[in-house]
């Protein structure tokens, strides 16, 4: 590699590293205890409830038992605990902003309500903060810049290793030399141990900020070219297709898939006029794939199989490989010693560049 190139590699480490670096920092500090979120809101919120009876009632007289308890609200959601028979139903006002929304967990087998399982409130503190920091869209498209950032570091620095390291031996720490020559010996070794990691986080983090932007896309463009635009008749909550046969056909179009969720009509996954009825697959890869069923929500006939694209089946799986929930606690552990090695990386890189700032000055 030629001094020029070195040199713009080095810009590029150290410009990249320095404008990221304190966001990267709080990203990683709060990112270590999600990783285990599931673990700790198990730990704080365990809640011994049962159902009232064996058998679940149907999905229309949920519904309407969850409108009932809000008069003159519309259904947004519906989905369905994995580990016990609640239905979580979704509603909001007709005219209510985005974000404003009444959140009911009912027993499935009397429509009464059950204690909800939500996140403790420090977990939900934190992924907040590591989503957005409190900004909402802005913040998220922030951090993805602050991504971007991070794969330029990662990917300058990997190739500022092998012209460092050509007269040292792979691993080197040189215990001799003075404590800022020990430190960048550590920090150039963790670096380029946990490049590939450092990179798989950085690029699915960068995926996830863009989920309101892809998933608007996806709505204006791949799903409504599956339905008829030509039928202008809205919706009327109350004239609805039969949610239980919704459901049913929907499961015989997508045979040997799981229920995950429901989407109303006018919400941000489906159109005006259809339920979206979302299935995941059975495996530790597939359950993060989600496929929707398109019914019209007021003859009940269906509509279209909603195969989703490339960019949305992307962002299914980043989230789950971002915080590696996908491999038991296990891979969980291997990720929180990433994470923080990654944390180490960061803090040397300022504790080596401060006195160089200094002597400058």
């Known amino acids: 590699m030629t001094p020029t190139a070195i040199r713009g590699w080095a810009w590029a480490h150290r410009w990249s590293s320095l404008v990221s670096t304190a966001f990267l920092l709080m990203l990683c500090v709060t990112g270590l ?14 809640r011994e409830w049962e159902p009232a009876a064996a058998e679940r009632l149907s999905l229309d007289a949920i519904l309407d038992r969850a409108l009932a308890n809000h008069p003159g609200h519309v259904p947004a959601f519906m989905s369905f605990d994995e580990d016990r028979p609640v239905v979580n139903v979704t509603s909001r006002p007709p005219d209510a902003p985005d974000g404003v929304y009444a959140f009911q967990p009912l027993d499935a087998t009397s429509g009464e309500a059950a204690p909800p399982v939500a ?19 802005p913040g998220m498209l922030f951090l993805g810049l602050m991504g971007v ?67 608007a896309h996806w709505k204006d463009t791949a799903l409504m070219a599956l339905v008829d635009a030509e039928d202008p008749r809205p919706f009327d909550v109350s004239n609805r297709a039969s949610l239980d046969q919704a459901v049913r056909d929907a499961r015989a179009a997508l045979p040997g898939m799981m229920l995950q969720f429901v989407a109303f ?51 299914s799986l980043s989230q789950p490989l971002h915080f590696g929930d996908y491999g038991g606690l296990g891979l969980k552990i291997v990720w929180a010693l990433l994470d923080l090695a990654t944390i180490v990386v960061l803090g040397s890189g300022l504790y080596l560049w401060w ?5 400058a000055a």
């Open 119 to 137: 996140g403790h409130p420090l977990v939900e503190f934190l992924l907040q903060l590591h989503t957005d920091m409190f900004l909402g869209l």
């Open 149 to 215: 950032m991070l794969v330029i570091a990662v990917a300058s620095g990997a190739a500022l290793y092998a012209p460092f390291m050509r007269r040292l031996e792979f691993g080197t720490v040189r215990r001799e030399k003075a404590a800022r020559t020990r430190w960048l010996d550590r920090h150039n070794l963790l670096g380029i141990v946990t490049t590939a990691w450092v990179l798989v986080v950085g690029v699915t983090g960068v995926v996830n900020t863009l989920a309101v932007p892809i998933t």
């Open 33 to 46: 205890p999600l990783v285990f979120s599931h673990e700790i809101n198990d730990a704080l919120l365990h």
């Open 355 to 359: 006195p160089r700032r200094r002597k």
């Open 265 to 315: 009509p006018g919400t941000d996954y489906t159109t005006d006029r259809h339920y979206a009825v979302f299935f995941h697959g059975d495996s530790p890869v597939t359950e993060h794939l989600i496929t929707p069923a398109l019914i019209d929500a007021r003859t009940g006939a269906l509509t279209a199989v909603a195969r989703p694209p490339w960019y949305v089946s992307l962002l």
